[in-house]
């Protein structure tokens, strides 16, 4: 009896790791953030099911338990120091359940431990891991398919229209896994496995039929993805590998001249592209224009360098544990550089492995992910007693993979896919560093099973339920805030409200009261709805009630997380944009508190005060802004405005001598500053000048006739649109209608 469940309990296990390596096709429409919350709770799921049949397996039968190796203690050692991290982090909660947008933080990593200990201990022998192997390059042939269908048009790209995504709805996901996989069939080619497609082939030739096409297609949707990172890390992997087998291999001298023919090619490859970068063949590629774009003074770089200062800036507060998983956003606002205008303004990853874990867990945590690189390589190159665990070309592909993903994760950040591999692969080396473990015959449990097994399955329940059907139950209610329940009018007044916003309160606190890593995410969608609902202009039933519980819902978020400047300018938007311009006030002036240095927060603050008619007030913001960056032409522009605004008219001239000419009169910041302070005859002149630059723009001839009418020049207004008409004749009809109005005397 105990042998039969000892059989079930393996098998059930052996299933769920066969199940992983598909996951990455579940995109999960009906959930908010379907692309990411689908494959979280699926790998969560068959995880924890997973570590319940091995917990029994592994309490009564020890050849299922890790045995000693520097690679199991290196990343037990990470785990353990990240939970410390965690727990005494910036903001615990959040580094414990992350949010529905990463599905990462501690519960995540504690799933991928697990995941990497059951692989290392259940698939023990190499008939097992060649199976396993295999069925991943299956689930990798799918998303080829997936991709030459968005490729072709058949399917939509959901990231931009030209770099893929697939599945994964985001191409550097897509791009890190083709990554890997070009690598393990390139591994499989070189060793003595076969493929799923020739059982027990061994012979390179044979192999080659399958693995050289594959290679090159996995590589083809890697370079559709146009992901830079991937695509560096590709080309250094190759020539780590290559260079590796040229210098150690002794047995096999036509592999070390393939090897060297790698070299050749891809050096002739980098070389002959930097000689046609700047060709109109390249520039008008949008996936050439993205490599031929790499530079030191590229935007992107830039930005990165700065974002590497920041966070180490927020090292030097933090330097032992750092500041907790998914809080690099304390560090971004309180260290914001000026610098970063024209990027994201809420940044939650630094986009460099070696920044993103030395802020989430300070030194302890990045030597501790260091040292499991460190750990694989040793377990690869390393000998017992004489003997080597992998051949020379084995050990160089590895090598490789390993070299490819670290320079991939400097310039990006890693996701649960990437994690899944390259825990996959930590597993396979560390399973063959340490030899097979084959069950022996007639093996009696140690423990009973009676006792072990009912409690296991109680805990597997309760945890499925905590981490899993809570969140899910709160995600599919947060779909169902977001949607209509009610007919909308005729004008479709709002996509969410048609007049009734009962049944989407009723199903935003019932997410609240989940108390899940859903709330954070639920109280900013329900400010959004409160927001549509004020200035709709229809009678909406319940709008009281749900404006009354979105201000007390972030009021609490803004209590649980003090520090978080993001909330304090959500709440401040919702109050200037509403008319409340008094609490706005007070709203943003805590979040600049928090983040000094970021322009858009002044901004915000001129504009609360400009709406209340204090502009020499909001002057003062907008001139901190500026001051803060004058490079950024935005600050300099709103600068100005807000100049016009408090009417100093010297200051103005002042602000905008060093700008060119044509971003001055394109600029609709002056023009609306103008018109509102009665300044007509320099709206006009803007506008007449825009035209001037742009003739054939409609647009700008249509905006002066609209100027000509602030001054009742009605003869000169219909002339710009009879000019617009003739540009366009198809807008001479509504033109028509348009002159009709104005000789009326009427404005249209």
Not at 86 to 111: Q, V
Not at 195 to 204: E, G
Not at 222 to 251: P, Q
Not at 397 to 420: P, R
């Amino acid at each position: 009896m105990m042998r039969t469940l000892q059989t079930y309990l393996k098998y059930i296990v052996l299933t769920g790791i066969f199940i992983i390596p598909f996951i990455h096709l579940i995109v999960a429409n009906s959930y908010f953030f379907p692309f990411i919350t689908g494959k979280g709770f699926a790998f969560r799921i068959i995880v924890e099911i997973i570590f319940g049949a091995w917990a029994i397996l592994a309490l009564t039968h020890p050849h299922y338990r890790p045995k000693k190796s520097w690679i199991m203690w290196s990343i037990l050692a990470f785990i353990a120091i990240i939970t410390l991290a965690d727990i005494f982090g910036a903001n615990p909660y959040k580094s414990i359940w992350s949010n529905y947008e990463r599905m990462e933080g501690l519960i995540t990593l504690l799933h991928l431990g697990a995941y990497f200990v059951i692989a290392a201990t259940v698939l023990s022998t190499e008939r097992l891991w060649n199976w396993f192997w295999n069925t991943s390059l299956a689930a990798s042939v799918i998303i080829i398919f997936y991709s030459f269908f968005q490729i072709f048009g058949l399917i939509t790209i959901n990231q931009s229209s030209t770099r893929l995504d697939a599945t994964f709805g985001n191409a550097t996901y897509l791009a890190v896994y083709m990554l890997f996989h070009v690598f393990i069939t390139a591994y499989l080619v070189i060793s003595k496995r076969y493929f799923l497609f020739m059982p027990h082939v061994n012979k390179l030739k044979s192999k080659l039929i399958v693995g050289i096409p594959l290679i090159l297609l996995q590589a083809i949707i890697l370079y559709k993805t146009a992901t830079r990172g991937a695509m560096l890390g590709l080309i250094a992997g190759i020539l780590c590998a290559s260079v590796l087998i040229v210098i150690f291999e002794r047995r096999r001298p036509r592999l070390k001249r393939v090897a060297l023919g790698f070299i050749g090619a891809v050096l002739i490859v980098i070389v002959g592209f930097l000689a046609v970068r700047q060709t109109s063949f390249v520039q008008n590629s949008p996936v050439l224009v993205r490599f031929a774009s790499i530079s030191i003074n590229d935007k992107t770089t830039i930005s990165r360098f700065i974002l590497a200062r920041m966070a180490f800036e927020g090292f030097k507060e933090r330097p032992i544990l750092g500041w907790g998983q998914e809080n690099f956003n304390y560090v971004f606002n309180k260290y914001y550089d000026p610098g970063l205008y024209g990027q994201e303004q809420w940044f939650d990853r630094t986009h460099n492995v070696i920044t993103d874990w030395l802020i989430a867990g300070g030194a302890l945590g990045l030597l501790a992910y260091l040292s499991f690189y460190a750990s694989l390589l040793w377990g690869i190159w390393r000998k017992h007693r004489g003997e080597e665990y992998f051949t020379i070309p084995e050990k160089s592909i590895l090598t490789g993979l390993l070299l490819a993903y670290f320079i991939h994760n400097l310039f990006v950040f890693d996701n649960l896919i990437s994690y899944i591999l390259f825990l996959g692969v930590a597993a396979y080396v560390y399973r063959r560093s340490i030899g097979e473990v084959e069950i022996r015959a007639g093996e009696r449990p140690q423990v009973s099973n009676r006792f072990i097994a009912p409690v296991a399955l109680i805990a597997t329940i309760l945890l499925i339920y905590t981490v899993n059907a809570k969140p899910i139950k709160a995600n599919t209610a947060l779909i169902q805030a977001l949607q209509t329940h009610v007919p909308v009018d005729q004008n479709n007044q709002s996509l969410v409200y048609g007049g009734d916003a009962t049944k989407n309160l009723e199903f935003f606190k019932k997410v609240i009261e989940y108390k899940t890593l859903a709330t954070p995410e639920a109280r900013e969608q329900l400010l959004t709805a409160a927001e549509r609902v004020i200035t709709s202009q229809q009678a909406i039933t319940s709008r009281d009630e749900l404006v009354q519980y979105a201000v007390g819902q972030m009021q609490e978020q803004i209590k649980e997380t003090p520090d978080d400047a993001r909330y304090y300018v959500l709440f401040g938007s919702f109050f200037n944009r509403i008319g409340q311009p008094q609490l706005a006030i007070q709203q943003f002036t805590e979040a600049q508190k928090l983040s000094p240095g970021k322009q858009t927060i002044l901004f915000e603050l001129a504009s609360a005060y400009a709406n209340m008619e204090q502009y020499t007030e909001a002057e003062k913001f907008m001139k901190q802004a500026f001051d803060l960056e004058p490079n950024y032409e935005q600050a300099r522009m709103l600068y100005a405005a807000s100049a016009i605004y408090a009417k100093h008219d010297a200051l103005v001239t002042e602000i905008l001598k060093p700008l060119p000419r044509k971003t001055v009169v394109n600029s609709d910041q002056l023009i609306q500053a103008y018109y509102r302070t009665g300044q007509t005859k320099k709206v006009i002149d803007l506008l007449k000048e825009r035209v001037a630059l742009s003739p054939n723009d409609i647009q700008n001839h249509i905006s002066l006739a609209a100027g000509y009418l602030l001054i009742e020049d009605r003869k000169n207004a219909v002339a710009e649109l009879n000019k617009a008409a003739e540009i366009q004749p198809a807008f001479r009809a509504q033109a028509d209608e348009y002159i009709k109005e104005i000789e009326a005397g009427r404005n249209p």
